[in-house]
């Protein structure tokens, strides 16, 4: 309780935040250790948050101390009519629970997380519930999710209120390993299905994460939390709404590099376009010479970072 009231505390504290210039339309940065605010954008703006929403449903899940072994299948009801968006978990599907929260969190798949929420006891009601009384517990006064996966966009909040979430998910061990697995291979009916974490930061060398969580819908822009260490801090990474894959990790990259003292990357910058371009999974060689000649970051477009 006592840390609790630190942190609301702190986070009440941004007149010392140092601005960087952030693609993502709202962002904050916060030092565990200090309590203190070291960078913020629009911070207290509410707004949608994508599949982030999937820590509050592995944190109210795992609450409830069910079976992790327990086989759940993915149901016809579990299908995306909201977004239409595609799964590669086929309806008929069964895994233990533990895989489905993994699903979740990892790749962020909405069948396996809208599966733990109707398998919860008593359903999608109770659900809902628990998810309200987690929000209120957690002091996220400015923070609304209505369903598990976070592809309505009324599931909104505050980058001061996901820091609260984002602190609290760090004392789940289990949602730290998931989160930030690199991949995992899954037999699915029967065949081997590769599986990956969809925040490509996790794993890449110079990177220390904790804990990860990506989303994106239109409504929500490209959105990222992380729990990471870097020169010596322990810090979550909020960066909401950024309008492309290749800013929000160029956004990341620059929280990193301020946090070691190191120049940050602009628009204007040489090394904006050398980021850019290892940021593309899939370039040509003549694509990438492309991109460093134009001085253009269109080459990272295609990064599929969720």
């Known amino acids: 309780m006592f840390k609790k009231l630190l942190l609301v505390a702190a986070l009440g504290y941004t007149a010392s935040a140092f601005a960087l210039p952030f693609s993502s339309q709202h962002a904050m940065v916060f030092d565990e250790q200090t309590g203190r605010v070291l960078l913020e954008k629009n911070a207290n703006d509410v707004v949608p948050i994508a599949s982030v929403t999937k820590l509050m449903t592995a944190m109210v899940v795992l609450d409830a101390k069910l079976d992790m072994e327990e086989p759940i299948t993915i149901d016809q009801v579990d299908v995306d009519v909201l977004k239409h968006s595609s799964s590669r978990v086929p309806v008929g ?35 809902a519930q628990a998810v309200r009384d987690k929000v209120v517990a957690l002091d996220m006064r400015n923070t609304s999710i209505e369903e598990p996966t976070g592809l309505s966009p009324h599931n909104r909040s505050t980058a001061t209120d996901l820091v609260k ?34 925040n490509r930061l996790v794993g890449k060398k110079g990177w220390d994460i904790q804990l990860s969580k990506t989303g994106f819908t239109r409504e929500a ?5 992380m729990r990471v260490q870097a020169a010596g801090k322990n810090v979550i990474v909020v960066l909401l709404n950024a309008k ?15 946090l070691e003292g190191e120049p940050v990357f602009t628009a204007q910058s040489p090394a904006l376009k050398a980021v850019s371009v290892s940021a593309k999974t899939k370039a040509g060689k003549r694509t990438v010479l492309q991109a460093q000649s134009q001085g253009r970051i269109k080459a990272a477009k295609k990064t599929r970072i969720r």
Request: proline content about 4%; glycine content about 6%.
């Open 93 to 127: 599907t069964v895994l233990p629970r533990k895989s489905m929260l993994q699903l979740a969190l990892m790749s962020s798949d909405n069948r396996a997380a809208a599966a733990l929420a109707r398998t919860y006891p008593g359903g999608n009601a109770a659900f």
């Open 165 to 198: 979430m984002a602190t609290a998910a760090s004392y789940y061990p289990e949602i730290t390993r998931m989160s930030t697995e690199t991949g995992e291979l899954m037999d699915i009916n029967g065949h081997p299905v590769q599986y990956r974490n969809t």
């Open 221 to 225: 822009g490209r959105c990222l939390v």
């Open 244 to 258: 492309e894959a290749a800013a929000r990790m160029l956004d990341a990259e620059n929280v990193q590099r301020y």
